[in-house]
């Protein structure tokens, strides 16, 4: 593999990027007593003699192949003609489980043109036409029909002089309004439609998505979790750091530090790639790794859970041919590298061969109540990037896709004495029903508090909206 390419979806706050750049901006936080989970598969596979793309690839040893050494092609599993590629994944929740606050897709590519050759040692294109890669089909288990899907850019790599060999794609939609409503969570996940190069390309080629779930948790500790999206090379000659704030740890006892990230082109047998954490208040530095994932080659073409390869995928390859998904907790014995009352952890980036691209970031901590509201603990406070509405904490009591759904909802809180109004956000195409507006959080939680009394709204929280530049 010439390059390496890297979509990683790790979770956290960032710092500025260089060339070869989108900025990366906040696309969910929350404080909640939940998880986050991440799950998603590859779109294609080697096609050879004796085994088609829609059977799994599992040579997982010292001498597998890299995947610009295959014939590359779309994997199909749903057998619906009406696509050329799909696959699945399974989600279930971590504990009792709960109702879903937000839900992202992605959707990811090497994409320079539709097919190639290797002739010799060049590669050459068959079909150098470029279909539009904007759209996906995607099927929920409650909805057991596809949807279609309309992503917005986060960065295509065709133009730039550097990356246009390899062209890799970004894409994001929020799918939250189909996930959150929903009476069934837990089930298999497809994703169809995906665009890559087939055959064989200059540094190979690699797809696939990834679908992260946000969701309430009873039997969890309150959490902050905060995703970032963006796009950023990483070279031989360039590492990353990326600085997580905006949490305070608990005062005292053990407590949990996930990591999640979803990778482009990490090759089994492509050496030199690694991530490290570390901390300013312990002044410590460790690099993550688990039996899957060696510390000097992270990104190795495998879906895991710590230690544990995922398998409830279809198909579920053990070798993904240059993509990697992954969900970590960070070893911290004794509180030995993140202590208690820790504010923030930086995450480093190195890369020893060739390159790799990141363009999402995440992170799930635990954090001290206090520090979120000394008057309900589990209280979910949401922040969210909104440019067409005034600024402040905002009371929500409902959020709904259907207007109808909407209209009962406000005449409910009518009948409870409360006058609540509707801000409907374009970008997320849901309607937010809240009762009230505050410059205070300690305000805005008061009357949280004050509906939980007076109504029969089972879970009022507070989105945080600010208009972030």
Do not use: C
């Not at 960032?14 to 991440?38: N, S, V």
């Not at 002089?161 to 994001?172: D, Q, T």
């Amino acid at each position: 593999m010439k390059y390496l390419i890297t979509v990683a979806v790790l979770l956290g706050l960032l710092a500025p990027t260089q060339a070869q750049t989108t900025d990366f901006k906040i696309r969910y936080e929350t404080f909640i007593k939940g998880d986050i989970k991440i799950i998603g598969n590859n779109v294609i596979n080697r096609k050879e003699k004796g085994a088609s793309p829609n059977d799994p690839y599992n040579d997982h040893s010292p001498k597998a192949k890299l995947n610009d050494e295959f014939d590359m092609q779309y994997i199909d599993i749903d057998n619906d003609p009406n696509t050329f590629a799909s696959s699945t994944a399974h989600f279930s929740y971590d504990g009792t489980g709960g109702k879903v606050a937000y839900a992202g897709l992605y959707w990811a590519a090497t994409y320079p043109y539709n097919s190639g050759v290797l002739r010799g040692t060049k590669n050459i294109p068959v079909d150098k036409n470029r279909e539009e890669a904007s759209s996906v089909l995607f099927k929920t288990p409650d909805i057991n029909a596809y949807v279609p899907i309309s992503g917005e850019l986060i960065y295509d790599g065709i133009n730039d002089e550097k990356l246009k060999n390899a062209a890799p794609y970004v894409y994001y939609a929020n799918v939250t309004s189909l996930l959150a409503p929903a009476t069934k969570v837990v089930g298999d996940y497809t994703v169809a439609n995906v665009r890559a190069a087939l055959g064989q390309i200059e540094g190979g080629s690699a797809a696939g998505w990834a679908l992260v779930i946000v969701y309430e948790n009873p039997d969890s500790n309150v959490k902050k979790i905060i995703t970032y999206d963006g796009f950023s090379a990483i070279t031989n000659e360039e590492s990353k750091t990326f600085s997580f704030k905006g949490f305070k740890t608990p005062e005292e006892d053990d407590f949990k530090t996930r990591i999640m990230g979803v990778t482009l082109e990490g090759d089994l047998n492509m050496m030199g790639d690694n991530v490290s954490i570390t901390v300013p208040e312990s002044g410590k530095t460790t690099s993550l790794e688990s039996k899957v994932r060696p510390p000097q080659n992270f990104f190795n073409s495998s879906i895991n859970v710590n230690d544990d390869l995922v398998t409830q995928r279809k198909p579920a390859s053990l070798n993904t041919l240059g993509f990697d998904l992954f969900r970590m907790d960070i070893k911290n014995d004794n509180r030995y590298l993140i202590p208690n009352n820790a504010t923030s952890l930086d995450l480093n980036y190195t890369r020893s061969r060739d390159r790799y691209f990141l363009f999402l970031t995440a992170l799930e901590i635990e954090n001290n109540p206090k520090e979120i509201t000394q008057l309900y603990r589990s209280t979910r406070v949401t922040k969210l990037t909104a440019k067409d509405t005034e600024k402040g904490y905002y009371v929500i009591v409902g959020v709904f896709l259907n207007i109808n759904n909407v209209n009962k909802r406000v005449e409910e809180m009518k009948n409870f004495g409360y006058d609540a109004r509707v801000y409907y956000n374009r970008d997320q195409v849901l309607n937010f029903i809240y009762v009230d507006r505050f410059d205070k959080y300690e305000d805005a939680m008061k009357k949280v508090e004050e509906i939980r009394q007076n109504t029969e709204i089972p879970d009022p929280w507070i989105l945080d909206v600010a208009n972030y530049e």
